[in-house]
């Protein structure tokens, strides 16, 4: 059979002359478009909800950049974690190679919002108001009568709608619910901020869920980009078995297949028009396959119509397929989850010791001691202290390694909620206590009277 060599150089989206070619996907359904439909509702479930549930009082998950302040889990996180954000990003980063490598890009198809967003709210309003696929050729072809007024404009009128919801949710995780409850129940002008940014998200999600669509995946997400470098031949993907398949062919009545030399792929096109992003999977693994699964249920419909074994397409890597053997983990993905599980617990350690009250301690810079009396030295320090909790934060100082003692200098250190403090305070130490002229301390940190943190440092004296 003479191989058609196009999809290499040219995108099934864009015609020759570098015009989009919209993509009419026929409707899927079968098997594995039930499982994503019911793994959506869930996925839908808690990203609407997201931003109104609490823990401890505080968001599931807030990122609040203009502000500097990040909720993950209700645990609330600071600049100052930023070691914590970085250990995480490479994490997620690790995460994202091993399960590319692995499994492909199944996170596309079946958890990312875009797809969710896309395949299963926007798409099937669009087939509930328009028809499936041959409805909407028909009517994309039509004059502007009634019809096609009235089914584009409450199309686009839904869209707009569910994008305000969608933009809404999205300012809820920057700005925290309450703030954006505000900004919705007051007037304009006393919010004018918000709105316009309300405005900006809820533009821009309707035009990639009503026009860009497919083309996000294939051009814009870098993540798509990335997999043609993360994937081998060992990556589990949406595969045909083109061993199995070829030599494609029609079916014909009473025909011998086998003498007739042809596979069991019978060229029905099915897989081809329940695609979302227009490909033909036939082809091999494509930039533009985002591992929806919608042909492997086309196919699996058509093979069980004509009698014949399902899984013609089907999740496999193309090892396995070529040899004819069961899908296991390669050294490189072994080694990756090594990495990955080294990182976890590094990340669970640094997070269970992670303390409420973070404090620094420095001897104010180009100080020595001063003498206080003629038994008596004192030393002064620098106190930085950070409050990570929600609630102010009474902090006091105690000695708990030397005999010494703590003077503060000004204000009592009274922290306000997620605040910060800087201060200063003295040690004070009679000379017959003092060891060496660098005297070892230990400081004890107290947030209403427990103990948060322990602090080192020394105390210069006179000997
Ligand atoms: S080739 Fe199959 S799995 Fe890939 S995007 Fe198209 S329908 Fe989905
Ligand atoms: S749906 Fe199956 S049988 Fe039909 S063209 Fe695609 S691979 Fe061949």
Known sequence: MEE?????????????????????????????????????YVLLAFLFAGPFLRINGQPL????????HFVILGQTFHPQDFHLFALAMITLVVFIILFTVVFGRLFCGWVCPQTIFMEMVFRRIEYWIEGDWKDQMRLKKAPWNREKILKKGSKNLIFWLISFLIANTFLAYIIGSEALIEIVTSP???????FVAIAIFTTV???????????????????GRLQSVLLDKNSLVVAYDHIRG??????????????AEKGDCIDCNLCVNVCPTGIDIRNGTQLECIN??????????????????KGLVRFASSETIEKKTKFTLTGRAKAYSMVLL???????????????????????????????????????????????????APIHLEILEGNAEISMIGNELLIEARGEHTGKFMILMKKDQMKSGKNELKIGVFNNNQLEETISTTFIGPI
């Not at 309707?206 to 870098?222: D, G, K, M, Y």
């Not at 070829?246 to 003498?259: F, L, P, T, W």
């Not at 086309?298 to 009698?307: I, L, N, R, T, W």
């Open 246 to 259: 070829e030599n494609r062919g029609k079916i014909r009545k009473n025909e011998d297949r086998q003498a």
């Open 4 to 40: 058609n060599n196009t999809y290499r150089d040219q995108l099934s989206t864009v015609d020759s002359k570098g015009k989009r070619v919209w993509v009419f996907p026929k409707k899927p359904w079968g098997w594995w478009y039930n499982k994503r439909k019911y793994l959506s």
């Open 188 to 194: 304009v002008t006393e919010h004018f901020g918000g």
């Open 342 to 392: 080294g990182l976890l617990v590094l990340m669970s350690a640094l997070l269970i010791t992670r303390t409420d009250i973070e404090a620094t301690v420095l001897r104010t810079r180009g100080t020595l001691f001063t003498k206080m009396d003629d038994v008596t030295y004192s030393n002064i320090y620098d106190i930085a202290v950070v409050n990570k909790t929600n609630e102010e």
């Open 205 to 223: 999600f309707f035009a990639v869920f009503s026009l860009a669509r497919e083309q996000v995946c294939t051009f814009i997400c870098p993540y």
């Open 292 to 309: 929806c699964t919608a042909c492997i249920d086309a196919c699996d419909h058509m093979m069980e119509k004509v009698g014949m074994e």
């Open 61 to 68: 998950l807030m990122l609040n950049i203009l502000e500097r």
